[in-house]
């Protein structure tokens, strides 16, 4: 079967893309090929099964596209990590449950002023509050 008449062979596609990859202003991005490979492929094998065509083909397509995809994937996706507590959990570090609203305030200013006397934060960077109590 020959070539419909007026449409364009190998060679001048490829070179018509070499043109077009040329005249871009930003550089080709190496990660957005590998995705359009991957969607390329996975679309083909959508297609072929659809289509009922040769298992192998849809196999073949469906592996390339996973192949493309993993590639692809540590850029697009951060990976999960451990975390790990330094130290031991204190269940002393929580607030009594009965504890009423001026213990609940005494304790709160104990470990702030513990932690200013740190220098994990500096109090002194805070307003003073108008009121004597804040809300």
Not at 8 to 30: C, F, G, R, V, Y
Not at 87 to 95: A, C, E, M, Q, V
Request: with cysteine; charged share 30%; hydrophobic share 40%.
């Amino acid at each position: 079967m020959s070539r419909p008449f007026g449409s364009k062979n190998k060679k001048t596609i490829t070179h018509e893309a070499q043109q077009a990859a040329l005249l871009q202003s930003t550089p080709i991005d190496m990660l957005h090929i590998m995705e359009r490979a991957a969607v390329h492929f996975f679309t083909r094998a959508e297609m072929r099964k659809q289509t009922g065509k040769n298992p192998e083909l849809v196999d073949a397509d469906c592996r390339t596209a996973a192949e493309l995809a993993a590639h692809a994937a540590p850029y697009r996706h951060a990976r999960l990590k451990a975390i790990t507590v330094e130290g031991t959990i204190n269940p002393s570090d929580r607030f009594r449950d009965d504890a009423n609203l001026e213990e609940l305030r005494a304790e709160v200013t104990r470990r702030l002023a513990d932690l200013s006397e740190e220098g994990v934060i500096d109090l002194t960077a805070l307003p003073a509050p108008k009121r004597e109590t804040a809300n």
